[in-house]
């Protein structure tokens, strides 16, 4: 399997964005998806996660702003991103693991990670 995400620019503040994740290769029918974004001199911070049977989980950072959502048609992960601010500015990452469970913001599952794209949003 393989990810790779698009979507990443750069915004004002109280802009949006919506990155996509495309998976291609062997897909397992049951599986977890998550977006994590570093910001520079920042530890990774698990942002949304999805499961195969549509539970989701935010972190409180962007609930309520950024919706996680994916296609399963397409093998596509999107995260819709609202109201950004410039604390939103990060390299923002797609992971990916077989593993079937609740949604999680932790990375350790996840054994397969896009390369990146970034975002930045200007005040």
């Known amino acids: 399997v393989q990810l790779e995400e698009f979507g990443g620019g750069s915004v004002q503040s109280g802009g949006s964005l919506t990155l996509s994740c495309r998976a291609s290769?062997?897909?397992?029918?049951?599986?977890?998806m998550g977006w994590f974004r570093r910001a520079p001199g920042n530890l990774r911070e698990g942002v949304a996660g999805?499961?195969?049977?549509?539970?989701?989980k935010y972190a409180d950072s962007v609930k309520g702003r950024f919706t996680i959502s994916q296609d399963n048609a397409n093998h596509t992960l999107y995260l819709q991103m609202n109201s950004l601010k410039p604390d939103d500015t990060a390299m923002y990452f797609c992971?990916?693991?077989?593993?079937?469970?609740?949604?999680?913001?932790?990375?350790?599952?996840?054994?397969?990670w896009g390369q990146g794209t970034q975002v930045t949003v200007s005040s």
């Open positions: 999805i499961n195969s049977d549509g539970d989701v």
């Open positions: 290769g062997f897909l397992s029918r049951r599986y977890r």
């Open positions: 992971a990916w693991t077989p593993v079937f469970a609740q949604p999680t913001l932790s990375g350790n599952p996840f054994n397969l």
